[in-house]
């Protein structure tokens, strides 16, 4: 079992940044990749950035793409999620998630994918 805390959410206005940090702890890791998810209102579950945890390799929503950054520290089983030039529409509950066994060739987006899921932490953007 893998448990999965998230930090860093709150309010921030348009154009402003948060980090958002992912802990994770219950076994080490090696192939996995961990991604972020996020969820508005009335919305689904969507799929926000990925990265592999050995490897580095990393993929993001055309909606985020140049505007936030996945990384991670392998020392500290811990996943980041930098969000620059916030807008109001980023607002959701960001939810992180780990998959150990995504085929070659499965998309990271799919939810399907991922294993463990953390509890969420909410992130509103004022315009």
């Known amino acids: 079992q893998v448990q999965l805390v998230e930090s860093g959410g709150g309010l921030v206005q348009a154009g402003g940044s948060l980090r958002l940090s992912c802990a994770a702890s219950?076994?080490?890791?090696?192939?996995?990749?961990m991604a972020w998810f996020r969820q508005a209102p009335k919305k689904e579950r969507e799929f926000v950035a990925a990265?592999?945890?050995?490897?580095?390799?990393?993929s993001y929503a055309d909606s985020v793409k140049g505007r936030f950054t996945i990384s991670r520290d392998n020392a500290k089983n811990t996943v980041y999620l930098q969000m620059n030039s916030l807008k109001p529409e980023d607002t959701a509950v960001y939810y992180c998630?780990?998959?150990?066994?995504?085929?070659?060739?499965?998309?990271?987006?799919?939810?399907?994918?991922?294993?463990?899921w953390g509890q969420g932490t909410q992130v509103t953007v004022s315009s």
């Open positions: 998630a780990v998959g150990g066994n995504i085929r070659y060739g499965s998309s990271w987006s799919y939810p399907y994918n991922y294993e463990y």
């Open positions: 219950g076994r080490t890791f090696s192939r996995y990749v």
């Open positions: 990265i592999h945890w050995s490897t580095g390799t990393t």
